[in-house]
């Protein structure tokens, strides 16, 4: 919704408003500053800050949320998200927005407005990276800036004195997750609990610091994740809710608009259902163990074991963690082909401005400041819309003691093992869904798990190499109900989405709708969703037509825009 007092505030399911002479203040999400509950009793001195120091407070507040604070005296406006980038609100050159497509709506874009570059790259990933949308005069809230508003609509973008990753951190983990543990006491809160090492380890820390909390996942009866996750609740003592994911269950014009456009729907339906259920149960915050790669050297095994090169491979990055399986270029049409076909270097050009000296320090720089923005925080802002969410690794001051922690302390997740030890031994003693790698600590356990992290490394290198050569995907145990694919199958051809896509240009006409990929089905039905919203005339000129195909069309986050005046 458009960013007024009014419509701000009205969602009953999130009423977050502060009030004083001279200052409103609106915000969504879940907002802390260390050592103080989330929330109000964290956000109320902002209400007496010297507009000058706004930056700097904002660069000490954590979670997942964006704000708005009106300045009643110089009737500046200042807008901002999380310090991650997680929670995606958007600007133009007239409006500040939390929802893309109403966005859309009150800018009246157009097919010929859209981003050929964004859109082929939404089409074939599932998310658009960076600060861009599909319209190159929409763009998402940078995390390092504030935007300020002046009441005769001018505009300025601030820095935010917010640290880059690689600077050195100034407290150790215990500290910052103890942060988190207090701002999330007055919440109902419910923990994502898998097989995995990361949502664990967090696991166990919140509870040794006494933070009530229950446990939940989601997927298919049966799947190494429910019942290892099961099995972690039980030694933690805390209660576990499986979530079975069902085909059923799955309304994809109402995922379209919780997904507000910008995400694949079949990718988000299945953590949707995880949250209307929680909500179903009274909790108010989500956590999640998501970016604990932060800590274990996932983001970077595909140069195992040569993890201290100076350069990094852009290009087996490219081929192995972004595209994995070959792009199919031909299902697009025209112009939208060709910038397909110049996807990969325009992508590869773009991501080449993280690199710094260090092959693993380049790879941590584009799993926080590029991927886990846009994947993560797709996902993030749809579940916002239905209760907080809460990823305490994403934290920026988290990611510097990840980023800084010696490269031998995240293989075989070492790092893990000593903390888990410390909280809980016996849930660091079950397996983990990596074949079975325990999280125990001790020379005995760490050669046990040796071999089996071999071996996990090993199917993990034979489904890359599966699916680069031969486009399947081996060893994959889907938590999703397959017979999603089939009904989203079913919807694309009862909504004419390929059609739809043709009649804009963007799809061959000849494309049928049955035999689409089965990677393909999300974003085919976003995508003839937004032309349908956008409508506009069929016979203008396609906007691919005049694009040079090697270059990035898009503008950076750092001009000028405006925002819907606040009113008093």
């Not at 190494?224 to 979530?243: C, M, N, Q, W």
Request: proline letters at 5%; a positive charge; aromatic letters at 10%.
């Amino acid at each position: 919704m458009l960013i007024t007092a009014r419509n701000i505030a009205c969602d009953a399911s999130d009423r977050n408003v502060l009030s004083s002479p001279s200052r409103e203040l609106f915000w969504r999400g879940f907002v802390y500053k260390g050592g103080r509950r989330g929330g109000a009793e964290s956000l109320r001195e902002l209400l007496e800050t010297d507009e000058r120091e706004i930056p700097r407070f904002a660069a000490k507040l954590k979670g997942i949320y964006f704000i708005a604070l009106h300045c009643k005296p110089s009737g500046n406006i200042y807008a901002f998200v999380d310090q991650a980038g997680l929670y995606h609100a958007y600007y133009s050159s007239r409006h500040i927005c939390s929802s893309f497509l109403d966005l859309v709506r009150a800018e009246h874009c157009t097919h010929n407005d859209i981003d050929p570059e964004a859109l082929v790259e939404f089409f074939h990933f599932g998310c658009i990276y960076e600060d861009r949308t599909f319209f190159p005069s929409i763009r998402k809230i940078n995390p390092d800036a504030i935007i300020r508003c002046g009441p005769n609509g001018a505009t300025t973008v601030l820095r935010r004195p917010v640290p880059d990753i690689a600077k050195s951190p100034q407290r150790p983990f215990d500290a910052v997750l103890r942060d988190f543990a207090t701002a999330a006491m007055d919440e109902h809160v419910s923990m994502d609990i898998t097989g995995g090492a990361d949502s664990r380890l967090l696991a166990s820390a919140l509870a040794y610091f006494g933070l009530p909390f229950e446990t939940a996942t989601s997927g298919r009866p049966g799947i190494p994740d429910l019942e290892i996750g099961a099995s972690v609740a039980k030694v933690l003592g805390r209660p576990f809710y499986p979530t079975y994911h069902s085909a059923s269950r799955c309304d994809w014009d109402e995922i379209f608009d919780l997904s507000d456009a910008m995400v694949d729907v079949t990718k988000n339906n299945r953590q949707l259902q995880l949250q209307r259920d929680r909500r179903k149960r009274g909790i108010t915050l989500s956590v999640s163990g998501a970016a604990g790669e932060a800590f274990r050297e996932t983001w970077w095994m595909h140069d195992f074991p040569f993890y201290t090169r100076r350069v990094a491979k852009l290009e087996r990055l490219y081929a192995l963690r972004i595209a994995p399986r070959p792009l199919q270029h031909s299902l697009l049409d025209g112009n939208y082909e060709k910038c397909s076909e110049h996807q990969r270097d325009n992508f590869l050009r773009r991501v080449s401005r993280y690199a710094v000296p260090g092959n693993t320090r380049t790879y941590d720089r584009i799993y926080y400041y590029l991927q886990l923005r846009a994947w993560s925080g797709t996902f993030v802002t749809s579940s916002i819309r239905l209760l907080k969410v809460g990823i305490p690794y994403a934290d920026r001051e988290m990611m510097r003691i990840g980023y800084n922690l010696p490269r031998t302390q995240r293989i075989l997740s070492r790092f893990h093992r000593k903390m888990i030890a410390k909280y809980s031994r016996a849930a660091a003693e079950l397996p983990t869904t990596e074949s079975g790698v325990s999280l125990a600590s001790g020379t005995l356990a760490f050669s046990l798990d040796l071999s089996r992290y071999l071996a996990d490394r090993s199917k993990r290198l034979t489904k890359k190499i599966g699916q680069q050569l031969l486009g399947r995907t081996f060893f994959q145990d889907s938590s999703d109900d397959p017979r999603m694919f089939d009904q989203l199958s079913g919807a694309i051809t009862s909504h004419k989405s390929t059609e739809v896509l043709a009649d804009y240009g963007v799809f061959r006409r000849s494309v049928d709708p049955s035999t689409l990929p089965k990677r393909y089905l999300g974003t085919v039905f976003v995508l003839g969703k937004l032309f349908e919203e956008i409508g506009g005339s069929k016979t203008q000129k396609n906007p691919a037509s005049d694009l040079p195909q090697t270059e990035s069309h898009g503008h950076r986050v750092h001009g000028t825009a405006c925002c819907t005046r606040i009113p008093t």
